[in-house]
């Protein structure tokens, strides 16, 4: 999607391993990327990195310059950062679509497990604080380490997008087939949200099992 590539992408959490994956897969695609940290040090030094990875557009800024900068945001916060980052965030996320990739998962000896949230879900929890958004789900299932190596041209995945508003899907689901081998599917309204972050919990157990990186594909469509 041509509007998709001329946006500028933020990444909340960049600093972390998926929010760090998908900015490189951005990067090489061709979009701008601005990645948000608590410090914005931290988040020049993962820009750095990113950008001389990639070859892309990369700059870092703390959370609230890259809200404003961007046109479009990924929030791959950690689960116990999640609702404070984004209410400190509502006026610079104000009328910009969201994608909320952030799984609540516990783990205890018997491994992963979906942990409750009042709202719902994660990412009904970032509607709930950001009301004047247009809060979508996405990228739940992405394996941190393919997105990261670029020798890998193919990324074998389904990414499901989830929200309320079909417009701001769409997009998310262009920001989705920019990656090679990636496509974006709509999965629902937000309310559906739950079910998709709780996979991951299934997932992380097939990857520890089979020693793999798996995602997920949806068939006959």
Known sequence: M??????????LGGTGAQGRGLAIRWAAAGLRVVIGSRKAERAQDA???????????????DNAACAAAADIVLAALPWDAHADTLAALREPLAGKIVVDCVNPLGFDKQGPFALDVPEGSAAQQAAALLPESRVTAAFHHVSAVTLADLSVDHVDLDVLVLGDDREATDVVRGLADVIPGVHGLFGGRLRNAHQVEAL??????????????????????
Do not use: F, K, P
């Not at 041509?2 to 990444?11: F, K, L, N, S």
């Not at 997932?203 to 469509?221: E, K, M, S």
């Open 200 to 221: 991951t919990a299934n997932l992380i157990a097939i990857n520890r099992r089979y020693q793999a990186h798996a995602g997920i594909r949806i068939t006959d469509v």
């Open 47 to 61: 820009a750095r990195e990113i950008a001389e990875i990639s070859g892309g557009q990369v700059s870092g800024e």
């Open 2 to 11: 041509a509007e998709v590539r001329e946006m500028t992408v933020g990444v």
